[in-house]
């Protein structure tokens, strides 16, 4: 077992242009999560799976923005028509009613540099 | 509504010295509380956490946090600060559901540790 795995780990992206990232949890967790966190700043929630149902969305997940887990293992998060402000680290992370629901076992994020 | 405070953003301590990360929370309903530690480029790591039972918690590398319900407080601390622990460190709280999705992170504290 890897861990959970992030890519890209860097993007920089001109202002318009979409972006997409990839997320590969630990294998036997069905709960995925992606979180964004800005500089100076602790996480954000954006949006949760339970396997391949998109349970929840923040408020912060605006039209632009659109997540999917379409076997209920790897998820994409892309970005439609970037803007300055979506620069920030998104952070995946995953975890499993049988380890606890609330232990999120984190990845290494995706860094995004909207010019 | 839940919230966390975590008071003072940057924190020096001399190697083998006392660490305390201070963290303050607001919840409306009895917590959770989590500290994780995040290192240069890479995830969030759980440190340690409290749900029910004990409320002196220990946990990875050394670091014990005491829930406080009067103060409202889940300070972080070390008795003899290592080279090795200078990273991150973010204080967290869900509701006593447990649900990582309404997991709400603080702003973080650097902890640099001087030789």
């Known amino acids: 077992d890897t861990g959970v795995s992030q890519d890209p780990r860097h993007k920089i992206t001109k202002r318009g242009q979409n972006v997409t990232f990839r997320c590969d949890p630990i294998s036997e967790h069905n709960r995925l999560y992606w979180y964004r966190q800005t500089l100076g700043q602790g996480p954000e929630f954006l949006t949760y799976f339970q396997n391949e149902a998109q349970l929840e969305k923040s408020r912060l997940l605006s039209d632009r923005f659109s997540a999917e887990r379409p076997k209920g293992s790897f998820s994409t998060l892309e970005i439609q028509r970037t803007e300055q402000g979506d620069s920030a680290m998104y952070l995946c992370a995953s975890s499993s009613r049988r380890s606890g629901a609330n232990v999120l076992t984190f990845g290494a994020g995706s860094r995004l540099t909207v010019l | 509504a839940q919230s966390v405070t975590q008071l003072g953003s940057h924190v020096s301590v001399s190697e083998g010295a006392l660490v305390l990360l201070r963290c303050n929370y607001s919840s409306s309903v009895p917590p959770y509380l989590f500290w994780y530690v995040q290192y240069p480029n890479q995830g969030l790591q759980l440190l340690l956490k409290y749900t029910t039972g004990a409320t002196l918690v220990k946990g990875i590398n050394g670091f014990e946090a005491e829930f406080k319900k009067s103060e409202t407080s889940f300070h972080l601390t070390k008795p003899s600060a290592h080279m090795s622990d200078a990273a991150e460190y973010f204080c967290?709280?869900?509701?006593?559901?447990?649900?990582?999705?309404?997991?709400?992170f603080g702003s973080g504290t650097q902890l640099t540790v001087l030789p």
């Open positions: 967290a709280v869900s509701d006593s559901s447990g649900s990582a999705r309404q997991l709400t």
